[in-house]
Each structure stands twice: as C-alpha cells, then as structure tokens.
C-alpha cells in the first residue's frame, strides 16, 4: 500500500516568507508526527497528533512554527517569516494508535520521504 | 536529559565484510530503542527495535542489534555488508516510554566499498 507522502519535496523561499509543507500519513493511521532534520543534526521531534487529542507541540522551536491535522488526515507544518536557520529537511511520520511497547498497540513510526526547506 | 550518541560519523567498509554501528544512550529508565536506516532521497526505514525480553534483536536485511544495559549500548551488527547497505543509520530511543517523542542520533553514514 502507499506509504507516507510529503510535498513539495523541495522548497525554496527567501527569508521572511512563509511556507506550508504538507504530509499525507498512511490511511487508517491515527498518529502523525513531524520531525526536522538539519545538516549535522540528528532529527528533532517538534509535534505529535494523535487522534481528536491536543496535540503535542512541545517540540515546535518558536512561535513561528505551527501545524494542524485536517479530519484526522493530512497534515500542514507551517512556517511563517521563515529564517535561514529554518533551512532542513523536514520529515513526517505516521503510526497506527501508540500503546505500551509491552502489548501489541505499541506500533513503529513509518516516515515520509521529506520535504527539503531552503531558505535563501 | 536524554540522549543519544553514535560516536561515529562516517564508516567505510569492504563489501563482505563485517559491519558494527554504535550507540549510546543516557537514559534512565528502560528504554525502547530503534535503528532506523534512510537511503538517499528516502525516509527513514525502520531495521529493528527493542522494548524488553531477549537482548539480541533480529531486523530486516540480515541486521541484528545487542541491547547491553551495562554499557547503555545498543549497537547494529551485520555479518557481511553488501553494496546496497551504503546509507546512513539512525539509532533512536523513545524519550519517555509511550509518548512517541524518539530522539534520534546523530546518525553515522555508510560508505562500502567494491
């Protein structure tokens, strides 16, 4: 079946625009979290949803940064007045409803290709 | 704070040869920990995970990973590495046991030679 999916794969905005990236989870998927990736970083959690609960924007590293989950599906990351240090790829994930690693809920984290953010 | 560390930035290797990843991890619960590989232009693919029980874990593509609780290591073995293993490897642990929030490595890039 289709896997996760991200568009565009690769966005080019000067600083001070905005940008929205969107991610498409796999179908049936409840759990849907975005990520950041930056050259030579490791990847950094910013945002969890998980069904109809608030989500987790914990992650998110300024206010500049938001997302929302339409209909329990699709996701935009949004963001606004966009710096360069916002330059990275950008990664979602989707994952059926998270339990205890010790039943059979618990479920892995299946990624998006990517979206590649270049901020000029 | 939790975190991650693979020590190792890039590694090369011979094909055929045998392949070992490190990772280490300061945590201070048990922790659920994952590799996750991500090919060029790929997302990240996940090769295996350990929650609990048996401390050698079996993946896909012939990986296997030893959670060592002594050394708060989780290292990825393979015992002959093909071409097709060039990418670079993510070991992760889940921050806080059933809140999803991994924290991944830095990653350590793959290189193998012909």
């Known amino acids: 079946g289709a896997g996760v999916s991200q568009s565009p794969s690769n966005k080019v905005t000067e600083k001070g625009k905005d940008v929205e990236l969107r991610c498409d989870p796999i179908?049936?998927?409840?759990?849907l979290y975005w990520y950041r990736q930056s050259l030579g970083q490791g990847l950094e959690f910013l945002i969890y949803?998980?069904?109809?609960?608030?989500?987790?924007k914990s992650g998110l590293p300024s206010d500049r940064f938001s997302a929302e989950r339409t209909g329990g599906s699709v996701s935009t990351l949004t963001i606004q007045r966009t710096q360069q240090e916002d330059s990275a790829v950008y990664l979602c994930?989707?994952?059926?409803?998270?339990?205890?690693?010790?039943?059979?809920?618990?479920?892995?984290?299946?990624f998006g290709p990517g979206t590649r953010l270049t901020v000029l | 704070a939790q975190s991650v560390t693979q020590p190792d930035i890039h590694i090369t290797v011979s094909e055929g040869a045998s392949l070992e990843l490190r990772c280490n991890y300061s945590?201070?619960?048990?922790?659920?920990l994952f590799w996750y590989v991500q090919s060029p232009g790929q997302g990240l693919q996940l090769l295996l995970k350990?929650?609990?029980?048996?401390?050698l874990v079996q993946g896909i593509k012939g990986f296997e990973a030893e959670f060592k609780r002594s050394q708060s290591s989780f290292n990825l073995r393979k015992p002959s590495v093909h071409w097709s293993d060039a990418a670079e490897y993510f070991c992760?642990?889940?921050?806080?046991?059933?809140?999803?929030?991994?924290?991944f490595g830095t990653g350590t890039r793959l290189k193998v030679l012909a």
């Open positions: 994930a989707s994952s059926l409803s998270p339990g205890l690693a010790g039943d059979v809920s618990y479920n892995e984290q299946f």
């Open positions: 179908s049936g998927h409840t759990a």
């Open positions: 949803f998980q069904g109809n609960s608030a989500p987790d």
């Open positions: 945590y201070g619960a048990t922790p659920y």
């Open positions: 350990y929650f609990s029980g048996d401390t």
């Open positions: 992760a642990v889940d921050a806080t046991s059933g809140t999803y929030k991994y924290i």
